[in-house]
C-alpha cells in the first residue's frame, strides 16, 4: 500500500505546478482523495479532497480558483493542479486516502 507524490518544486509568484500521486497496493478507484499541505511552523492542513463519487471540495478558501484536484483511475493517479501560485503556498503537499500517506512533494514559491 503506497502514495508517491511528485512533480514539487521550485516556483516564482504567479507560476503553476502540478502535483501528481501515483497509487499502488489498493483499489485506488473505491477511495476519496485528498491533498494537504503543512507549511514550516504550522500544522497539516486539508487542501481539497475529491470523493469516489467525483465531487470536489476545496478545503482552503485561499486556494479556490486557482487549485485544481483530479484523478485518472486508469493510472491510479491524482493530480493537484496549482496555477497562479503564491508564496503563502509553499509547503510539503501530502497526498492521502483513509489512513495512508505518501512521503510529501515540497513546494517553493519565491522570487
Known amino acids: 500500500v503506497r502514495l508517491v507524490e511528485s512533480g514539487g518544486g521550485l516556483v516564482q509568484p504567479g507560476g503553476s505546478l502540478r502535483l501528481s500521486c501515483a497509487a499502488s497496493?489498493?483499489?485506488?478507484?473505491?477511495?476519496?482523495m485528498r491533498w494537504y499541505r503543512q507549511a514550516p511552523g504550522k500544522e497539516r492542513e486539508l487542501v481539497c479532497a475529491?470523493?469516489?463519487?467525483?465531487?470536489?471540495?476545496m478545503a482552503q478558501d485561499s486556494v479556490k480558483g486557482r487549485f485544481t484536484i483530479s484523478r485518472d483511475n486508469a493510472k491510479n493517479t491524482v493530480y493537484l493542479q496549482m496555477n497562479s501560485l503564491k508564496p503563502e503556498d509553499t509547503a510539503v503537499y501530502y497526498c492521502?486516502?483513509?489512513?495512508?500517506w505518501g512521503q510529501g512533494t515540497q513546494v517553493t514559491v519565491s522570487a
Open positions: 492521502n486516502a483513509v489512513d495512508i
Open positions: 497496493g489498493f483499489t485506488f478507484v473505491s477511495y476519496g
Open positions: 475529491l470523493t469516489r463519487a467525483g465531487d470536489t471540495i
